[in-house]
């Protein structure tokens, strides 16, 4: 079984490879729902998308990829700018597009060379004027400081070396008083030895993940004014996990035990966080 790498650089090299590879084939890989080999679509609605959402994106932007749907609760409004983190094939900033109309603007950022022009090129066949597509680690975000109201992400940051210098990062970018609401994959108890060593389940969305309460705890650490998670969503993995890569080398009354421990130890949520606006607290204190 290939192991995860040591350094955060090459775990970044792993992620562009299996990533490239996905947007160069149109497979999937990350979203639980998807792992499985259903086609996008139907791993899209077991998510918590909608017939209308999925067709609502250009063909080829909707790759099967997400844990959930964090559009569906942004409360989007016209002329808002939305930044979305790890965008993929562009699905989830296309229906962004639509809720802030032409005055707003969408910006997505992607670490996969080959997924930033899948994106562009679905954002030119749709028409998407509102859209543009970055290159660039989430960790590291090419936005300025203050400058996005809102922030969506589906199933990306627990591929992320450094979750705190994502949450960091986020929390500069955001304006104040702006949104944070993301959908991904969490812990609710430790994982097996094997799984937290392999690769297929760290690019699988999974050994990479957070315990669910640090994941709030790191958000506020990073000064977010609160952390809520607004939906949680255990995954079924029984027929997903035997697509991560254990089945070569793990005896199949092992992988059953493995499968049954995993089940009851990944979670997918929902979180809804803001950053704190010091200018309203100010003018609350001094006209009560």
Same mark, same amino acid.
């Given at each position: 079984?290939?192991?995860?790498?040591?350094?955060?650089?090459?775990?970044?090299?792993?992620?562009? $490879?299996?990533?490239?590879?996905?947007?160069?084939?149109?497979?999937?890989?990350?979203?639980?729902?998807?792992?499985?080999? *259903?086609?996008?679509?139907?791993? *899209?609605?077991?998510?918590?998308?909608?017939? $209308?959402?999925?067709?609502?994106?250009?063909?080829?932007? +909707?790759?099967?990829?997400?844990?959930? +749907?964090?559009?569906?609760?942004?409360?989007?409004?016209?002329?808002?700018? &939305?930044?979305?983190? /790890? *965008?993929?094939? /562009?699905?989830?900033?296309?229906?962004?597009?639509?809720?802030?109309? @032409?005055?707003?603007? &969408?910006?997505?950022? $992607?670490?996969?060379?080959?997924?930033?022009?899948?994106?562009?090129?679905?954002?030119?066949?749709?028409?998407?004027?509102?859209?543009?597509?970055?290159?660039?680690? %989430?960790?590291?975000?090419?936005?300025?400081? +203050?400058?996005?109201?809102? %922030?969506?992400?589906?199933?990306?940051?627990?591929?992320?070396?450094?979750?705190?210098?994502?949450?960091?990062?986020?929390?500069? &970018?955001?304006? @104040?008083?702006?949104?944070?609401?993301?959908? $991904?994959?969490?812990?609710?108890?430790?994982?097996?030895?094997?799984?937290?060593?392999?690769?297929?389940?760290?690019?699988?969305?999974?050994? /990479?993940?957070?315990?669910?309460?640090?994941?709030?705890?790191?958000?506020?650490?990073?000064?977010?004014?609160?952390?809520?998670?607004?939906?949680?969503? @255990? %995954?079924?993995?029984?027929?997903?996990?035997?697509?991560?890569?254990?089945?070569?080398?793990?005896?199949?009354?092992?992988?059953?035990?493995?499968?049954? %421990?995993?089940?009851?130890?990944?979670?997918?949520?929902?979180?809804?966080?803001?950053?704190?606006?010091?200018?309203?607290?100010?003018?609350?204190?001094?006209?009560?």
């Amino acid at each position: 079984m290939k192991t995860i790498p040591t350094t955060e650089k090459t775990i970044k090299d792993e992620i562009k $490879d299996k990533y490239g590879t996905i947007a160069r084939t149109g497979g999937s890989c990350c979203g639980p729902a998807s792992c499985g080999g *259903s086609p996008a679509s139907d791993a *899209s609605k077991k998510v918590g998308y909608s017939d $209308d959402d999925i067709s609502a994106a250009p063909a080829g932007a +909707n790759l099967g990829l997400g844990c959930g +749907n964090p559009v569906a609760i942004a409360s989007l409004r016209q002329g808002e700018t &939305v930044l979305d983190l /790890g *965008s993929g094939g /562009g699905f989830d900033a296309f229906l962004a597009a639509k809720k802030v109309g @032409p005055a707003g603007r &969408v910006i997505g950022v $992607d670490v996969t060379p080959e997924m930033i022009e899948r994106a562009t090129a679905n954002a030119e066949r749709g028409g998407y004027s509102n859209v543009e597509f970055r290159l660039g680690e %989430i960790e590291s975000l090419p936005v300025d400081d +203050n400058s996005v109201d809102v %922030i969506i992400s589906n199933c990306v940051i627990n591929l992320a070396p450094d979750k705190s210098r994502v949450f960091s990062e986020a929390l500069r &970018v955001l304006k @104040p008083g702006g949104r944070f609401m993301v959908s $991904d994959t969490v812990l609710t108890r430790p994982l097996p030895e094997a799984i937290q060593k392999s690769v297929a389940a760290y690019m699988g969305c999974i050994s /990479g993940a957070l315990m669910k309460e640090e994941y709030q705890s790191r958000l506020l650490s990073a000064g977010f004014a609160r952390a809520d998670i607004v939906k949680d969503s @255990p %995954i079924d993995f029984t027929s997903a996990i035997r697509d991560l890569g254990f089945k070569v080398d793990i005896e199949p009354a092992e992988l059953d035990k493995i499968v049954a %421990i995993l089940d009851k130890s990944v979670t997918s949520i929902t979180v809804s966080a803001a950053k704190r606006d010091t200018g309203r607290e100010k003018a609350r204190r001094a006209y009560p």
